[in-house]
Nanobody, 125 residues
């Protein structure tokens, strides 16, 4: 069973950049398809990006495509999301998630088995 810990959240100005790392432990990291899900107050957990088990394929929500970049390092058991040119509407609690049995693309939160505690991102205008 994998444990996930996100970090890197904070306050960022619109148009700036922010990188969120997620560290995994307790499992064979390369077995897991990884995703990032932001959740704003009062809203459902949304999908923003995912990366395949070997890192060769990525998939983005329309809102993130061209601004966010997801990457992983299976040797270091980490997955990252680089947020460039964030907007105030990107403000949310960002969760890292893992699924061992998910089918590509796995865009629904229910397809993921393991979640971190999340990290808060606030984008100021």
């Amino acid at each position: 069973q994998v444990q996930l810990v996100e970090s890197g959240g904070g306050l960022v100005q619109a148009g700036g950049s922010l990188r969120l790392p997620c560290a995994a432990s307790g499992g064979t990291f390369s077995r897991y398809l990884m995703g990032w899900f932001p959740q704003a107050p009062g809203k459902e957990r949304d999908f923003v990006a995912e990366i395949s088990r070997n890192g060769g394929n990525v998939y983005y929500a329309d809102s993130a495509r061209g601004r966010f970049t997801i990457s992983r390092d299976n040797a270091k058991n980490t997955v990252n999301i680089q947020m460039n040119s964030p907007k105030p509407e990107d403000s949310a609690h960002y969760y890292c998630a893992a699924t061992v049995g998910g089918m590509w693309p796995a865009k629904k939160s229910g397809e993921y088995n393991y979640w971190g505690q999340g990290t808060q991102v606030t984008v100021s205008s």
